[in-house]
Nanobody, 121 residues
Framework: QVQLAESGGGLVQYGGSLRLSCVGS????????MDWYRQAPGKERERVAR???????SYADSVKGRFTISRDNAKNTVYLQMNRLTPEDTAVYYC???????????????WGQGTQVTVSP
């Protein structure tokens, strides 16, 4: 069964930093494009960052220059380094893949369970 497992959330003060991690299952992690999404209370889920299998990255305008997505394929892990956090960054953060390849199977629209990030004023 395909699984994405996030960790690293928590409570941080305004201007602080956190690093989120997402570990994916299977032996083909390196071929997968991976995303980080977030959902704040009362708001729609939004994509904040994406990294492709070749390492190309893209970001939402709201986090450009503050957040960095990266990956370590040897550890089946994608990271989200979040700096200069503000209360507007408070949300549940989710790891996601549109089409997750694991060994010989492809599973569409895979989500992790989410990790809460809370930024205090």
């Amino acid at each position: 069964q395909v699984q994405l497992a996030e960790s690293g959330g928590g409570l941080v003060q305004y201007g602080g930093s956190l690093r989120l991690s997402c570990v994916g299952s299977g032996s083909a992690f390196r071929v997968n494009t991976m995303d980080w999404y977030r959902q704040a209370p009362g708001k729609e889920r939004e994509r904040v960052a994406r990294i492709t299998s070749t390492g190309s990255t893209s970001y939402a305008d709201s986090v450009k220059g503050r957040f960095t997505i990266s990956r370590d394929n040897a550890k089946n892990t994608v990271y989200l380094q979040m700096n200069r956090l503000t209360p507007e960054d408070t949300a549940v953060y989710y790891c996601h893949s549109d089409h997750y390849t694991s060994a010989s199977t492809i599973t569409n629209d895979v989500w992790g369970q989410g990790t809460q990030v809370t930024v205090s004023p």
